[in-house]
């Protein structure tokens, strides 16, 4: 099991910088997978924004490309997602998610959620 807590949400303004935060409550160096997701309104499905693998490999929505930046600290057990250049329509719910492997089973987790509001 992991909990997982975001942070670094807030209001900002159309190309202004945000570095949200996913603190894991225990070692993140045996999960295979840290991402983040969101939301963008009710009842819309969450999107994949970013993804890191334990070995350090990385995978961006179209979107995203060249704005943001996920990184993993795993001494401080946190995984990071860089925001820069943010546009209104990355408003959104971001959602911190975790999987690994326990034996044969796949396992994920989720944060509460953070919310990001671009607008000027």
């Known amino acids: 099991q992991v909990q997982l807590v975001e942070s670094g949400g807030g209001l900002v303004q159309p190309g202004g910088s945000l570095r949200l935060s996913c603190a894991a409550s225990?070692?993140?160096?045996?999960?295979?997978?840290m991402g983040w997701y969101r939301r963008q309104a009710p009842g819309k499905e969450r999107e994949l924004v970013a993804l890191i693998t334990s070995g350090g490999s990385t995978n961006y929505a179209d979107s995203v490309k060249g704005r943001f930046t996920i990184s993993r600290d795993n001494a401080k057990n946190t995984n990071y997602l860089q925001m820069n250049s943010l546009k209104p329509e990355d408003t959104a719910v971001y959602y911190c998610k975790a999987g690994y492997y326990s034996g044969s089973s796949y396992s994920v987790h989720w944060g509460p959620g953070t919310q990001v509001t671009v607008s000027s």
């Open positions: 225990r070692s993140i160096f045996s999960i295979n997978n």
